[in-house]
């Protein structure tokens, strides 16, 4: 398939101020080349220009080193269940402002979080980790869950991954108003079991209030777990950019474009943690960030096993691993090994290009890679585990009773993002990035299902950036991937809720969905989900 189709397809519908990357059109709006590239480099720090380069790449940052790392990993904190009937889980969580010192010498910082408590009982719990409590739940559950919203902007609570009916989702047509509170109600269905997040989803506020801290884990657990005697470890991974005062940044204008990426990788709401281990692991992890991408690695080529992806075990483990990209809002089930005798690792966010535009013609070099943890490996006498070879049946969706596509595509209007003030705006100006060359608008329809039918979509990214689909209310199967025309089939089947799709790439996906109401799908980089890359799918 040729990439250009979906450039001109976009082209055509929006003014001619809009132009798609790699098709600049040399119009009278079009900046000259040179003068794009003066606003990109780092040449000039006068007058104007440096304050055109402050809105573009946002103002001085806290230097790295402003957090202390080396800590022993966090562990998580856990959503009390309030209920006592076996079966039951009811809580209550709290998205408010707390204030932590996390600077030396600067203010404190006020993230937004989500704590657990009784809302009637003043503030909830806010210890620990920045990072939301864990919420720990079992197929079968009935699950209650009331967020209460202390904040001065609408929001939702969206259940990412988790197979509940589309009026509990939290889509941005559900906002609980600042002060408010909305009990979500939904059952969990066998075969559930899994690794799942929760964060806001409200209209165009969902990157804002992701990158203040408001996401959280969710593990659903199986009654027939065959890995239920591991040893198990959860690695939530976040982002943070700090500014120089200590205070979390806003979004620069590269932020919007690209999606943000903080100077700070966190896990479980610490700098480069130190983990020990002493026997073979089950380790979850959650790729909480809202653009970076997560190539998981170990320096000096320790292999490790996946056993697990968003939507619970693989049918068989994927063993001797070397790299595992996590797209953000994918998660990830692995196998680490103790090894032999001691030794020592660091765990990797390692370098990984997905071709983040410039602010002019091309793109940027990749980032250098992250170190996320130190891991020091001291087994212990006992005899490695040994991981079953097969870990539950996973049928392969079929046969498909419908067909749907989905586009992405992007256009820049560089003259509008170089205006002074347009990265002042809640929104930028000057960039639209669409599904089916459409930008989001509430309550329209994109797509339109039948509750139960099994289709089969084709995801195809028209641009010349990586973008994770993502699909609310069920979890589909990748049946091939499509690059220049050239097809390969999905090696193994999984349980899958977001998709990674490189440029000028098609994947084909298998969903169904079981409920009639509306489901969301989206790019999962957030800033490109609020600005629009985001579409409706209407299940009747
Ligand atoms: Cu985590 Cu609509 O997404
Ligand atoms: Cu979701
Ligand atoms: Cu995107």
């Given amino acids: 398939m040729k990439r250009r189709d979906f450039l001109s397809g ?77 079966g039951e889980f009811r809580a209550t969580l709290l998205a408010q402002p707390v204030s932590r010192s996390l600077v030396q010498g600067q203010a404190d910082t006020v993230f937004w979080q989500f704590d657990g408590g009784l809302a009637s009982a003043g503030k909830g719990d806010t210890s620990g980790p920045v990072v939301g409590p864990l919420i ?17 902007q609408p929001t939702t609570m969206h259940w990412h991954g988790l197979p509940v009916p589309p009026d509990q989702d939290g889509n941005p047509s559900n906002p609980i108003a600042p002060g408010g509170e909305h009990v979500y109600r939904f059952t969990l269905p066998k075969g559930s079991a899994g690794t799942y997040w929760y964060h806001p989803h409200p209209h165009m506020q969902t990157a804002e209030q992701v990158f203040r801290g408001l996401a959280g884990p969710i593990v659903v657990r199986a009654g ?50 130190m983990i020990d281990v002493v026997r073979d692991e089950r380790w979850r992890v959650w790729n909480a960030c809202s653009a970076r991408y997560l190539q998981l690695a170990f320096d000096g080529g320790r292999t490790f096993a996946q056993v697990g992806t968003d939507g619970g075990l693989l049918a068989a483990p994927r063993d001797g691993l070397t790299a595992l990209v996590l797209a953000p809002g994918e998660r990830a089930e692995l196998i680490v090994r103790a090894g032999q005798g001691a030794s020592q690792a660091r765990l990797l966010a390692a370098q990984y290009d997905r071709h983040k535009m410039a602010m002019s013609h091309g793109s940027l070099p990749p980032g250098p890679s992250v170190v996320l943890a130190d891991v020091r490996f001291t087994p212990d006498a006992a005899a490695p585990t040994a991981l079953p070879s097969s870990l539950r049946a996973i049928a392969p ?51 339109t299902s039948r509750r139960g039918d099994v289709e089969n979509w084709t995801i195809a990214n028209g641009t010349d950036m990586d973008h994770p689909f993502h699909l609310h209310g069920t979890q589909f199967q990748v049946l091939s991937r499509e690059f220049d025309g050239k097809r390969i089939d999905e090696p193994y089947l999984a349980w899958r809720d977001t998709i990674n799709v490189k440029p000028g790439e098609i994947v084909h996906i298998a969903t169904v969905q079981h409920e009639a109401g509306d489901r969301m799908f989206h790019c999962h980089i957030l800033e490109h989900e609020d600005l629009g890359m985001m579409g409706t799918l209407r299940v009747t």
């Fill in 10 to 86: 976009a082209a055509s519908a929006v003014a001619t101020a809009w132009f798609a990357r790699g098709a600049f059109a040399a119009g009278d709006d079009t900046m000259p080349m040179h003068d794009m590239g003066k606003m990109n480099g780092m040449s000039s720090t006068s007058g104007m220009q440096g304050g055109m380069h402050n809105e573009m790449h946002g103002g001085a940052l806290a230097p790295v080193d402003a957090l202390p790392s080396g800590a022993p990993l966090a562990r998580l904190r856990t959503l009390v269940n309030e209920s006592r009937t076996p």
């Fill in 136 to 152: 720990e739940l079992r197929e079968g559950d009935r699950v209650e869950i009331r967020v209460v919203n202390r904040l001065e």
């Fill in 224 to 273: 027939d777990d065959p890995l239920a005697a591991w040893p198990e470890r959860h690695l939530f991974v976040s982002d943070l950019k700090l500014a120089a005062d200590a205070s979390i940044a806003p979004n620069s204008m590269m932020d919007w474009m690209n999606g943000r990426e903080g100077q700070f990788v966190l896990v479980n709401g610490a700098r480069e943690p």
């Fill in 397 to 447: 969706l079929g046969p498909a009773r419908a067909q749907k596509s989905v586009g992405f595509s992007e256009a820049m209007d560089m003259h509008a993002m170089h205006q002074p003030g347009a990265s002042n705006l809640a929104m930028p100006r000057g960039m639209k990035f669409m599904i089916n060359g459409e930008t989001y608008v509430p309550g329209r329809a994109t797509l």
